[in-house]
């Protein structure tokens, strides 16, 4: 079964530091996105990404966050500057059409 | 973004009961779907519905769409320990992403 890779599984930064995550999304499928996860809490869109621009993007995602393709494989999330309240799981997802979502298995992130 | 609650947030059932969770929107929905994220896990999609009441079987699980299209509920007849895990629904934004309810945290107790 095709899967959505994402690293790391873990990062760990200080507060301020800029971070990059990375995911790769399943190769046929056309739109990406990006949730996250405060712990214990529920899952909050990010962004959407088709045809190589945002397509929506959440009042959570402010001029700190941005996202890029920058191959024909690999979708990233960057954080500029992190905030503790950055701390959070960040899942990747993926799909062909309006059908379920693919979720990586996410990556934990830490800021410190 | 599109609002929707799920209730009850934390359920705690014997092995063997039943259980239910609930999905509620003050708005008519074009489809909603069904995620179960296990502890520690990702998400993972279940079904998608789309046509005002239906009904969709999965083995143990129940899925309804209410017939106005506000309302959706998961059942699970019968719980296993395997069925421990979170289920959210998700909903479609007029943006053309889901966002995601509360969730329901089931326990099932051995």
């Known amino acids: 079964e095709p899967e959505v890779t994402q690293t790391p599984s873990h990062q760990v930064t200080q507060m301020g530091q800029e971070v990059i995550l990375r995911c790769v999304p399943i190769s046929n499928h056309l739109y990406f996105y990006w949730y996250r996860q405060i712990l214990g809490q529920k899952v909050e869109f990010l962004v959407s990404?088709?045809?190589?621009?945002?397509?929506?993007k959440s009042e959570i995602f402010d001029d700190q966050f941005s996202v890029e393709r920058p191959d024909g494989s690999n979708f990233t999330l960057k954080i500029r500057s992190t905030k503790l309240e950055d701390s959070a799981m960040y899942f990747c997802?993926?799909?062909?059409?309006?059908?379920?979502?693919?979720f990586g298995s996410g990556t934990r992130l830490t800021v410190v | 973004g599109q609002q929707v609650m799920q209730i009850p947030q934390y359920q705690h059932v014997q092995e063997g009961e039943d259980f239910t969770t609930y999905c509620n929107s003050s708005?008519?929905?074009?489809?909603i779907q069904w995620y179960k994220q296990r502890p520690g896990g990702h998400p993972v999609f279940l079904i998608q519905l789309v046509k005002s009441g239906e009904v969709k079987k999965q083995k143990r699980l129940t899925f309804q769409f209410g017939e106005a299209k506000k309302n959706s509920s998961l059942h699970i007849t019968a719980t296993q320990t395997t069925d421990v895990g979170t289920y959210f629904c998700?909903?479609?934004?007029?943006?053309?992403?889901?966002?995601f309810g509360t969730g329901t945290s089931l326990t099932v107790i051995p």
């Open positions: 998700a909903v479609l934004d007029p943006g053309n992403q889901f966002y």
């Open positions: 708005t008519t929905l074009s489809n």
């Open positions: 997802a993926s799909i062909t059409r309006l059908d379920g979502y693919t």
């Open positions: 990404f088709y045809n190589n621009e945002i397509s929506e």
